[in-house]
């Protein structure tokens, strides 16, 4: 789940009469909320301002015996509230992990988030933190672009075309074997060596290797158009159009020969006698 501090656009529903919440806070909250794994709770910086703000109002007015200002104590019954749940949480106990800036789908901005806690399952900050250390030695094992680097493109969008590629070359591949009845995952490991390997990466590797990526993707592509041309694919039953690819050439220079037959045909009834 994710949490966010702001103040929404409110409306009544005309149809629920219920009130009806939107407009900029509430896509971010959403969008935080994505961030967010199974088991986490991430909060914005938003909200990290206003619970200090609330524990230190409150808690202090709690020790002083003062009941607070007209501006900061304006309902009593949403003081009370307030003061109830700020106990609960001081008595609970929270930790808070920063986990940096993250780009958020549809926000211009980045949003500095937080993992947040209660002491009862700060055991997977742990977790969170064992992980992150994973992720970050995988990542300074990956080959990286030279510095003088001229290449925009990301090295991340190079293994992931590898990855593509792969996948159509295993489903041209499945689709050769008649009898088959599923789809059989890619043998990636060379491409994750090739990821972790280290070192620096040059533009013309890069160039030649996307254009060597890009070449067995059309390959699968034009292999794929022509089963579909010769023997259409049906949804949920793909396999049962399984065949070798010499098959379906000679299906299609069967009918190639026919239509040459037929236009030599209409040629010859339409030339002048």
């Known amino acids: 789940m994710g949490i966010h501090w702001g103040q929404p656009v409110c409306?009544?529903?005309?149809?629920?009469?219920?009130?009806?919440?939107?407009?900029?806070?509430?896509?971010?909250?959403?969008?935080?909320?994505?961030?967010?794994?199974?088991?986490?709770i991430t909060v914005s910086s938003d909200y990290i301002a206003e619970i200090q703000r609330l524990l230190e109002t409150h808690i202090e007015s709690d020790r002083s015996g003062s009941t607070g200002s007209d501006d900061t104590l304006n309902d009593d019954m949403l003081s009370h509230t307030i003061r109830r749940e700020l106990r609960s949480l001081s008595s609970q106990g929270f930790e808070v992990k920063d986990i940096g800036q993250r780009s958020l789908k549809g926000l211009e901005n980045p949003e500095h988030i937080y993992l947040m806690y209660p002491h009862s399952l700060a055991s997977r900050l742990v977790v969170q933190q064992q992980r992150a250390d994973a992720e970050a030695a995988s990542n300074s094992n990956a080959g990286t672009k030279t510095r003088d680097s001229q290449l925009t493109i990301d090295t991340e969008d190079?293994?992931?075309?590898?990855?593509?590629?792969?996948?159509?070359?295993?489903?041209?591949?499945?689709?050769?074997?008649?009898?088959?009845?599923?789809?059989?995952?890619?043998?990636?490991?060379?491409l994750e060596r090739m990821k972790n390997r280290g070192g620096e990466i040059t533009d013309r590797f890069l160039i030649n290797f996307v254009e060597h990526q890009v070449s067995r993707i059309e390959s699968c592509i034009t292999s794929l158009a022509l089963r579909n041309l010769i023997r259409p694919f049906r949804p949920g039953r793909l396999f049962e159009q399984a065949c070798p690819m010499a098959d379906i050439l000679s299906e299609l220079t069967s009918q190639l020969a026919e239509l040459k037959a037929f236009k030599e045909q209409a040629d010859f009834a339409m030339a002048p006698s």
């Open 158 to 190: 190079v293994w992931e075309l590898w990855n593509i590629s792969l996948r159509l070359e295993m489903l041209c591949s499945t689709l050769e074997c008649s009898g088959t009845t599923e789809l059989k995952a890619p043998e990636t490991a060379l």
């Open 11 to 40: 409306e009544v529903d005309p149809v629920t009469k219920r009130m009806d919440y939107f407009g900029p806070m509430v896509n971010r909250a959403a969008r935080i909320s994505a961030v967010a794994d199974g088991g986490q």
